[in-house]
């Protein structure tokens, strides 16, 4: 990759990524890729029309708090993104057009569109590159003290995305390995009413989760990603609420010594009809 020519981070402006519980010892890293809606100062609000880079389009909305608040529970490390997925997606392969995305759900991003190649390299050395990093060293931490991590990335998702209602309150992607999500959803699917998407509204066979595919699936390390609605966490109160859910779903599944090896699985493991709705 070309060097940076391009500084565009203000001395002012965040760290590319936040770090809680940095010391924990359990052998589980929580990640969240689109935590913030920062979009650096120099980049003039990406030319977004007022008000758009407040929506669902430059963040998921009420996900850094949620996966705060689950780190606590479950005494975690958790890194977390400081910057815009409008200003570059890190839950993208860089050759993904939707890494620099032009046009998010309907609205423009005159920002995105016809970058350069320093400009695309400043934002992979300022933002993109470090968060990974850190998730690295951190997992790398836990393997050098013997243990074999799990990881669990945590989003939230728009009750609407291009004119389609989507029901679901809370969502499990998983692609090959079903060692975290298919305990998880069954023991979410105890709760009454809830309605849980397997593999919805997005699936995690789609090369879209990078995150996790460059992370933990490549590395047969234990993973899921979770999805919650973005009006079920409007408020930190509302937050709080589903992160006890998670924990008290996840628990059990992560007190199991058996999990924590690496394995890589070939094949779509088959989901056993679980108790409750999913879908």
Not at 144 to 162: C, D, G, Q, R, Y
């Amino acid at each position: 990759m070309a060097s940076n020519k391009v500084q565009f981070l203000g001395n002012r402006e965040p760290a590319p990524f936040r770090v809680i519980n940095r010391e924990a010892t359990r052998p589980l890293l929580l990640v969240c890729d689109h935590a913030s809606k920062t979009i650096p100062v120099s980049l003039n609000n990406l030319g977004i029309e007022p008000g758009k880079s407040e929506t669902h389009i430059a963040w998921d909305i009420g996900a850094a708090g949620l996966c705060e608040k689950l780190s606590e529970h479950l005494g975690a490390t958790a890194v977390l993104t400081t910057y815009s997925r409008l200003v570059i997606d890190c839950n993208r392969r860089l050759n993904d057009p939707t890494a620099f995305v032009t046009v998010a759900d309907g609205t423009s991003v005159p920002g995105n569109e016809n970058l350069d190649q320093d400009a695309r390299c400043a934002r992979i050395e300022n933002i993109y590159q470090p968060y990974h990093e850190v998730i690295q060293a951190c997992l790398n931490r836990q393997l050098a003290a013997n243990k074999t991590p799990a990881m669990l990335s945590i989003h939230s998702f728009t009750p609407v995305l291009e004119g389609l209602h989507r029901p679901w309150h809370i969502g499990v992607m998983w692609d090959r390995d079903p060692r975290i999500p298919v305990p998880l959803m069954h023991n979410l699917a105890k709760q009454n009413g809830l309605m849980i998407g397997d593999n919805e509204p997005y699936s995690g066979r789609h090369h879209w989760d990078y995150t996790v595919d460059h992370h933990a699936e490549a590395n047969g390390l234990p993973h899921t990603v979770i999805e919650v609605r973005q009006d079920l966490l409007a408020d930190e109160a509302a937050q709080t609420h589903w992160a006890n859910i998670l924990a008290e779903a996840l628990e059990p599944v992560l007190a199991d010594d058996a999990l924590y090896r690496m394995e890589k699985f070939t094949l779509r493991q088959s989901v056993k009809q679980p108790v409750g709705e999913i879908t």
